[in-house]
């Protein structure tokens, strides 16, 4: 018929067609899903939000736009800013 032992093989065990189980799985482009997904934890440093880019250095976070760094946080709760600082509520 054609088909090899190891194209048999990779046929063994199937119980419904198999065009339609490759058509049920999510692009790796845009993908969306139903239910809960769950996505494995990542050791991300850096995050880009729009102009801004948060970075973490060591026990620090730095917020920074344009390339430079606008107000750091240390592991200490000390903040550090460049320019004035308003308060909004109760400080």
């Given at each position: 018929?054609?088909?090899?032992d ?11 067609n ?50 430079t ?23």
């Amino acid at each position: 018929t054609g088909v090899t032992d190891t194209e048999f093989d990779y046929l063994d065990g199937v119980t419904s067609n198999i065009q339609t189980q490759m058509d049920l799985k999510s692009p790796l482009a845009s993908p969306t899903f139903t239910g809960t997904a769950t996505i494995p934890t990542a050791a991300i440093t850096t995050v880009d939000l729009g102009d801004w880019t948060v970075t973490q250095t060591g026990t620090e976070l730095r917020f920074a736009t344009g390339g430079t760094v606008k107000m750091k946080l240390d592991a200490s709760g000390n903040l550090t800013v460049v320019g004035n600082v308003t308060g909004f509520g109760t400080i």
